[in-house]
């Protein structure tokens, strides 16, 4: 078990961690991708996660052989997203630690999404205020799983990268911290989000 003396910042992804918001995500992909004819499973998107909007956007309509503007298609995406914005929950183990944290440990958010839409499911689920820093996708020109975006969290925290804990729900942002060398908690050990649709 992790103890605050022990680290010198606490570093959570956005979607999946902190709030339950990946059905709202898949919906909205669907949103763009079956207008298309293009398949795209939620084991598929899920191996995805932690990837700005954008690049898969650009990945999946590349391997269906099809142009699309991208900039449209992903806000398209995101649109749909924050029409669902209302239905989303917190992942409360994760808010717990927030909260309990807050005042005691430097924290930021690290998300492959954008800025604006990160801090509104932060306001969302009630936590706006409690991060010092957002590196979000905007702010980095290398993503998950390099592990830019949670080094420049550490760097404007003034933190240590290997006394930072990394509180993650994708492969690839584990894989994101472990280049960091950073240590890491796996959301997934205990939550899973509800699938849109039934195997």
């Given at each position: 078990m992790w103890h605050f003396q022990d680290h010198d910042a606490l570093l959570f992804d956005c979607d999946g961690t902190l709030a339950d918001t990946m059905p709202a995500h898949y919906r909205a992909w669907l949103e763009v991708t079956e207008p298309h004819g293009i398949a795209f499973d939620e084991d598929r998107f899920y191996s995805l996660g932690g990837r700005p909007t954008r690049d898969i956007v650009a990945t999946l309509f590349a391997e269906a052989g099809l142009a699309i503007d991208v900039d449209h298609a992903a806000g398209v995406k995101e649109q749909s997203f924050l029409a669902q914005l209302d239905r989303i929950l917190p992942i409360d183990p994760v808010v717990d630690v927030v909260r309990r944290s807050r005042g005691r440990v430097p924290m930021a958010v690290v998300t492959g999404g954008y800025q604006d839409v990160c801090r509104r499911i932060l306001a969302r689920v009630g936590i706006a205020d409690y991060f010092?820093?957002?590196?979000?996708?905007?702010?980095?020109?290398?993503?998950?799983?390099?592990?830019?975006?949670?080094?420049?969290?550490?760097?404007?925290?003034?933190?240590?990268?290997?006394?930072?804990?990394?509180?993650?729900?994708?492969?690839?942002?584990?894989?994101?911290?472990?280049?960091a060398g950073m240590h890491w908690i796996d959301v997934r050990s205990f939550h899973t989000p509800a699938r849109v649709k039934t195997p």
């Open positions: 010092h820093t957002i590196v979000a996708s905007e702010d980095t020109s290398r993503h998950k799983p390099d592990p830019d975006p949670f080094l420049e969290a550490a760097r404007r925290l003034g933190a240590r990268p290997e006394r930072c804990v990394v509180w993650e729900d994708s492969g690839l942002g584990i894989e994101a911290a472990r280049r």
